[in-house]
């Protein structure tokens, strides 16, 4: 894998992989997943290049398409997966590896019959705590209120973090700050979008 070739092959590797394999040092590393067509991470390694980058995305057009747009740029500190989330977490990263994970506006599976596919449950969440530091954090955005309201009772439940906001758990999400594509639709549409903040529990250190 060069050094400025954006997308990660993990066939290279032995896994599990950790910082130094797929960025050959040890910054902090923030991890996007479902990171779309990839503007709001690529800004973000644009922006802060004392951190690392990297994103999963499991929709190949999605997926090409950030990859030839980070490809342009030739950003060292960026780099992406084509892998379904909680596999990537499971089977391929080492514990904690990532100091901050980033999910932006998942699928909210709004019908009751579907809910059962929504990305946050017990099992996803304990990935998340694994493949984080200690002190690691778990930031979400959406723009559905009962979604926001679930993901706070299933992190509270899981015993594994904390809200980093009162109750109830979410705040209205600040303008001004880092938007995707969808938020900025969002906003311009006048819908509310929520944010909550999950602090890693010190007792998953280890």
């Not at 100091?99 to 998942?106: E, G, K, T």
């Not at 600040?174 to 594509?181: Q, S, Y």
Request: aromatic share 10%; glycine share 6%; proline share 5%.
């Amino acid at each position: 894998m060069k050094l400025n070739d954006p997308a990660v092959d993990i066939s290279l590797f032995h896994l599990p992989i950790g910082k130094k394999d797929i960025f050959r040092n040890e910054k902090p590393l923030v991890l996007e997943i479902g990171f779309g067509e990839g503007e709001f991470l690529i800004n973000a390694a644009r922006r802060d290049e004392s951190r690392n980058y990297l994103g999963l995305e499991i929709k190949r057009g999605r997926f090409r398409k950030a990859a030839r747009a980070a490809g342009v740029l030739s950003l060292e500190n960026l780099k992406l997966l084509h892998i379904e989330a909680e596999i990537a977490l499971r089977q391929v990263f080492r514990e904690r590896m990532f100091d901050l994970v980033l999910v932006n506006f998942p699928d909210p599976w709004p019908k009751k019959k579907h809910s059962k596919h929504r990305m946050f449950n017990r099992e996803f969440i304990s990935c998340l705590a694994k493949v984080l530091t200690g002190s690691g954090r778990t930031v979400i955005k959406t723009d559905q209120l009962s979604y926001i309201r679930q993901i706070v009772s299933e992190f509270e439940r899981s015993g594994l973090f904390r809200p980093a906001y009162p109750p109830p758990g979410f705040i209205e999400a600040r303008t001004g700050e880092a938007e995707t594509k969808f938020e900025k639709h969002f906003r311009e549409t006048s819908q509310k979008i929520f944010s909550a903040d999950f602090l890693n529990l010190p007792s998953q250190t280890g």
